[in-house]
């Protein structure tokens, strides 16, 4: 079982203190970014390997090449020319959003305030990010833009309820999110859509299980996400309108945190495996964007999630 997987019944129970959501935020291997189109460049993932084998890494999409970015840090997200890094860390106090060279060095905060934020998503001109953080006057989630140099901070949902998982549209134009629209026992999570400015949601999806982790397809006509169920997660496709729901994976295991190829012919994603003695380990793999042709990438034996499929600079 994931990290993911486990952060979901936190979700369940009502009135959560702010410090619990942050250490939540802080442990939760949610992601999601905008595909945009282009050259596939190489797979950025955040690994977990016990104490200090962590970090943010880059390996190209055949396997192989292995660089690490950055030992702090989760959620990595590529930039719109394949240059930079999006991701959160702790600054000791709770996660901010950052930016990096893919390389490491240049790194700089873009946010800095005591409500937790995480899930960065590049705008496809660059000059935006899309995040997820606590919001102190409401006690629940809402997404965010903020200028990708820090300043200029817009919300975007305001509501009640928790949203999360923002994947900027390729023309700017509208996020994707999840949204938990109820607690309790009545506790469901859809995929919706809202205009980059704010305004009136577009449910997507409307799924009996927790739907998680858009990512628009390069073209914006697909979102493909996470659907947790009762025994596992599976991927899926859907229009970005709503209807047309295609089912990748199917197996007893968990695959989650899509993300699409800059071409828009493959998905990206982290799916757990079992060792011998039954622990659990998540590794990298792809396949196609109707499903088959499964490829694995990393080889970790450990906790290898959250990928972001990079364009070539």
Not at 125 to 139: C, N, S, Y
Request: net charge negative; charged share 25%; with cysteine.
């Amino acid at each position: 079982m994931s990290i993911r997987t486990l952060y979901l019944p936190a979700l369940i129970v009502a009135g959560v203190l702010l410090a619990c959501a942050a250490a939540l935020l802080a442990l939760s291997e949610k992601k999601a970014q905008a595909a945009f189109p282009g050259k596939n460049g190489r797979i950025a993932y955040e690994f977990y390997g016990g104490g200090t084998d962590r970090g943010i890494y880059t390996i190209n999409p055949g396997g192989g090449g292995k660089t690490k970015v950055r030992m702090e840090g989760t959620q990595p997200a590529y930039s719109p020319n394949g240059k930079r890094i999006a991701y959160a860390e702790d600054d000791g106090h709770d996660q901010e959003i950052y930016t990096i060279k893919v390389g490491g060095g240049g790194r700089t905060q873009v946010t800095n305030n005591n409500a937790g934020d995480s899930y960065p998503s590049y705008s496809p001109d660059g000059k935006r990010i899309a995040f997820t953080e606590w919001d102190l006057d409401g006690h629940d989630l809402e997404i965010y833009t903020i200028k990708a140099g820090g300043g200029d901070k817009f919300k975007v949902t305001n509501n009640d309820e928790h949203d999360e998982d923002p994947s900027y549209s390729p023309n700017g134009k509208r996020i994707a999110y999840s949204g938990s629209k109820a607690f309790g026992d009545d506790y469901d999570a859809e995929i919706y859509t809202i205009k980059a400015g704010g305004g009136s949601e577009t449910k997507v999806t409307n799924n009996n299980t927790w739907d998680f982790a858009p990512d628009y397809s390069p073209d914006g006509k697909k979102i493909v996400y996470q659907a947790n169920r009762r025994h596992d997660s599976e991927l899926y496709t859907i229009n970005a309108g709503g209807g047309g729901k295609v089912q990748l994976t199917n197996n007893n295991t968990d695959d989650q945190e899509p993300s699409y190829s800059p071409d828009g012919k493959k998905i990206a994603y982290s799916g757990d495996n079992r060792l011998s003695d039954g622990d659990v380990y998540s590794e990298i793999y792809t396949i196609n964007v109707g499903g088959g042709n499964k490829s694995q990438v990393t080889d970790t034996k450990h906790i290898a999630s959250n990928p972001s499929w990079g364009s070539r600079p």
